[in-house]
């Protein structure tokens, strides 16, 4: 089986900074996509920041020029730097992944969730 562990999320006054870090361990060939998902209370699970295997970035318009999703390949962790924090940014964020298994199985992984705080 796979597992994304998360860290890096905590609380932070607006303004500040946080990284994220998601590490994908277990039956892993090759790791496709990964990405970020937040989830506000009350609200639908949404799209932050996505990265393709071959480095193309796509990100949700409100977190552009804020934000940065990055991976390393070979340590198969995805990063969101997260810049000029604001309360809307509070969220549970989600460390993504689709993998393909040794057997040739293509599945989507989702990590714990972390808890990101902005106080204004």
């Known amino acids: 089986q796979v597992q994304l562990v998360e860290s890096g999320g905590g609380l932070v006054q607006a303004g500040g900074s946080l990284r994220l870090s998601c590490a994908a361990s277990?039956?892993?060939?090759?790791?496709?996509?990964m990405a970020w998902y937040r989830q506000a209370p009350g609200k639908q699970r949404e799209l932050v920041a996505a990265?393709?295997?071959?480095?193309?970035?796509n990100y949700a318009d409100s977190v552009k020029g804020r934000f940065t999703i990055s991976r390393d390949n070979a340590k198969n962790t995805v990063d969101l730097q997260m810049n000029s924090l604001k309360p809307e940014d509070t969220a549970v964020y989600y460390c993504?992944?689709?993998?393909?298994?040794?057997?040739?199985?293509?599945?989507?992984?989702w990590g714990q969730g972390t808890q990101v705080t902005v106080s204004s």
């Open positions: 990265i393709t295997g071959t480095g193309i970035t």
């Open positions: 277990g039956n892993i060939f090759t790791v496709y996509a």
């Open positions: 993504y992944d689709r993998i393909r298994s040794s057997t040739g199985s293509v599945t989507d992984y």
